[in-house]
Nanobody, 116 residues
């Protein structure tokens, strides 16, 4: 059974940093691309960053480029998101996700609140 468990969310001051993590269970983590999504209050869920299975290629949503870094630990089945220079508009619930066709799986998310 695929399970994803995010943690590390917190309330942080504008300009601060946080590191989110996601523990993955129930699938061969090292063989799948992984992504972070976020859902700001009252808005649709949006893709933040993606990392390929081998960790060799990463892509980012424009507004986080240069501030966020996605990484993975294939030995311990962990996905990370280092978030620096956080802004008020980064306030959202953050989810890790994996597409194992035909289904996309989600964790329950972790809340990030950036105080202006």
């Amino acid at each position: 059974q695929v399970q994803l468990a995010e943690y590390g969310g917190a309330r942080v001051q504008n300009g601060g940093s946080l590191r989110l993590s996601c523990a993955a269970f129930g699938f061969t983590f090292r063989t799948y691309n992984m992504s972070w999504y976020r859902q700001p209050p009252g808005q649709e869920r949006e893709l933040v960053a993606t990392i390929r299975a081998d960790g060799g290629t990463t892509t980012y949503e424009n507004s986080v480029q240069g501030r966020f870094t996605i990484s993975r630990d294939n030995r311990n089945n962990l996905l990370h998101l280092q978030m620096n220079n956080l802004k008020f508009e980064d306030t959202a619930r953050y989810y890790c996700s994996v597409l194992i066709p035909p289904q996309r799986y989600w964790g329950r998310g972790t809340q990030v609140d950036v105080l202006s």
